[in-house]
T-cell receptor, first 111, second 114 residues
């Protein structure tokens, strides 16, 4: 049972480039979410999904897009990378009992 | 807006001490509260989850309590060990339409020295 799998683990982008951070879970959880973690700011919610086809914005959604075509996958797209998006990104999923399971993270640097 | 505060921000203790980490939240409409551990450069590992109907949960040397009326949760670590050194995060879940959307505290950095 892999839990929540994030790829890639590390990425360096140039300003203006686009990319997709992948997230997959094998626990059949309805709820999936993306967070970013920055020093002094803690973990902040970017986007959120309550099921396939349903997404919603979190606290810091600007510059990011998401879609949820299947229960298992919840990719995060950076449309035009900016240095302010340098961060560590975590994907999480939650099931009916409310326990959230996190992936191991993607460390993104935008230069 | 929900705010979650963790005190202290950092804690350094000798091995064997019992210690308490504090988490406070401003919104009493809580569904559950989850405590996580994060090792440097790693992801978050769930330690304990307390539902709003519960007062405490225990796992090994860890005990977490919840007081909704005062907006507080505490994580008690008994007989601390160097392997307990990590950042401890609490996360608030309001439930309802916000189910699964966690609001995190800033964390407590714990160092247990031999």
């Amino acid at each position: 049972n892999a839990g929540v799998t994030q790829t890639p683990k590390f990425q360096v982008l140039k300003t203006g480039q686009s990319m997709t951070l992948q997230c997959a879970q094998d626990m059949n959880h309805e709820y999936m979410s993306w967070y970013r973690q920055d020093p002094g700011m803690g973990l902040r919610l970017i986007h959120y999904s309550v099921g396939a086809g349903i997404t919603d914005q979190g606290e810091v959604p600007n510059g990011y897009n998401v879609s949820r075509s299947t229960t298992e996958d919840f990719p995060l797209r950076l449309l035009s990378a900016a240095p302010s998006q340098t961060s560590v990104y975590f994907c999480a999923s939650s099931g009916g009992y409310g326990v959230s399971t996190f992936g191991s993270g993607t460390r993104l640097t935008v230069v | 807006k929900q705010e979650v505060t963790q005190i202290p921000a950092a804690l350094s203790v000798p091995e064997g001490e019992n210690l308490v980490l504090n988490c406070s939240f401003t919104d009493s409409a809580i569904y559950n509260l989850q405590w996580f551990r994060q090792d440097p450069g790693k992801g978050l590992t769930s330690l304990l989850l307390i539902q709003s109907s519960q007062r405490e949960q225990t796992s090994g040397r860890l005990n977490a309590s919840l007081d909704k009326s005062s907006g507080r949760s505490t994580l008690y670590i008994a007989a601390s060990q160097p392997g307990d050194s990590a950042t401890y995060l609490c996360a608030f879940n309001a439930g309802g339409t916000s189910y699964g959307k966690l609001t995190f505290g800033q964390g407590t950095i714990l160092t247990v020295h031999p």
